[in-house]
């Protein structure tokens, strides 16, 4: 008698259950690392504006209320995961902060709202910048 060549039952069934444990482990820290590289875009971005602001403190002696006064393009990267608000009030002397709120999704990330303001202070400070 010639035996058929192939695998059994058994041995599929190990096989999708090996490949389906280390699946379970490693999809949540894929998805951590997605996290912290769209954080690290929207910090890009905080970076960004904060550079344009003190330029133009320094070219009209005011910062910008909005990211349209200092003709920032949101990535496309960035705009589905965080709602990016500025604030700059009228005062002396002059200051602003802005801010990156993750959307859903991205709001599992653990250093959540990110902000930067006129004097260089990021928050939140403890290992997300």
Not at 56 to 67: G, I, P
Request: net charge positive; glycine share 4%; with cysteine.
């Amino acid at each position: 008698m010639q035996r058929n060549a192939g695998f059994t039952l058994i041995e599929m069934l190990i096989t999708v259950a090996v490949l389906s444990i280390l699946a379970a482990i490693a999809y949540p820290s894929y998805q951590d690392q997605v996290r912290k590289s769209r954080r690290a875009e929207a910090q890009s971005l905080l970076m960004d504006i904060g550079t344009r602001q003190q330029q133009r403190l320094l070219d009209v002696r005011s910062y910008a209320a909005s990211t349209a006064e200092l003709n920032v393009n949101m990535p496309s990267s960035v705009r589905p995961h965080y709602t990016i608000t500025m604030v700059a009030p009228a005062s002396t002397p002059p200051s602003f902060t802005v801010t990156a709120t993750p959307k859903p999704g991205q709001d599992k990330d653990k250093c959540g709202t990110l902000t930067l303001n006129n004097a260089g202070a990021k928050t939140p400070a403890s290992g997300c910048w």
